[in-house]
């Protein structure tokens, strides 16, 4: 048998549906949301008369529009305030879980997946942030998505894929002193620049890789995920 990629694995695990030369169908494990990238998806779906297929695999939390102090008083800005409240009233008219600023589990939303073990290894995930690649630090494949997206999601589990290329960046040797995962990865885009791994999805090895905490991985895909 051919040797094959982790993400080529986890993409052949997920295919529902697939035509040569034609985008694939790809089952979405988790389906992350927050206040801003969703209103327009879940009016979509009233007009279209259509319910949220997998509302237990879908999760949201206010993260954009919140206060960094104060955060029970209510929002100053109006924009921001009728936000985070319509994304309180799309939650419970469509039966998905919400984390709101009462909540102990609110936060950052490419950071609560991995805290409420949500976020797995081998699982697809998709969010309407461009950050969402912070996940693939645990062996997702993960990626941010367009609103009319997310409502294609909300609406059926799936999503319609171009299959991306393959990159493998190595990362030989160990750490010397005072060399964080930042820099390491300020210096893989200095050497393919901010377009390198446009098409591609990348998977990162080598010792300086192997040594690197959850925490620091999470920042290798979060900061080198989002300029690709």
Request: with cysteine; net charge neutral; hydrophobic share 35%.
């Amino acid at each position: 048998m051919a040797h094959r990629t982790l993400f080529e694995k986890i993409w052949e695990s997920h295919t529902v549906h697939e035509e040569t030369d034609r985008p694939s169908l790809i089952w979405i494990d988790r389906h992350l949301i927050h206040e801003v990238t969703s209103p327009q998806a879940f009016e979509g779906l009233r007009m279209a008369g259509r319910h949220v297929r997998r509302p237990d695999l879908t999760f949201a939390t206010a993260d954009h529009n919140v206060p960094t102090t104060a955060r029970l008083l209510p929002i100053q800005d109006p924009i921001s305030a009728k936000q985070v409240e319509v994304l309180g009233r799309n939650c419970r008219e469509f039966g998905i879980t919400y984390f709101d600023l009462k909540s102990p589990h609110q936060g950052i939303v490419h950071v609560i997946g991995p805290e409420l073990g949500l976020t797995l290894p081998g699982t697809t995930i998709v969010c309407g942030d461009s950050h969402t690649s912070t996940h693939g630090a645990f062996g997702a494949f993960a990626l941010g998505i367009g609103t009319s997206e997310v409502e294609h999601v909300l609406a059926t589990q799936c999503l319609w894929l171009q299959k991306p290329k393959t990159l493998e960046i190595r990362v030989d040797g160990s750490r010397a002193r005072g060399v964080s995962a930042k820099d390491i990865v300020l210096s893989i885009i200095g050497r393919i620049g901010t377009a390198g791994g446009t098409g591609s999805v990348i998977e990162y090895r080598g010792q300086a890789i192997s040594e690197l905490s959850m925490e620091e991985r999470m920042t290798i895909c979060n900061i080198l995920g989002r300029q690709t």
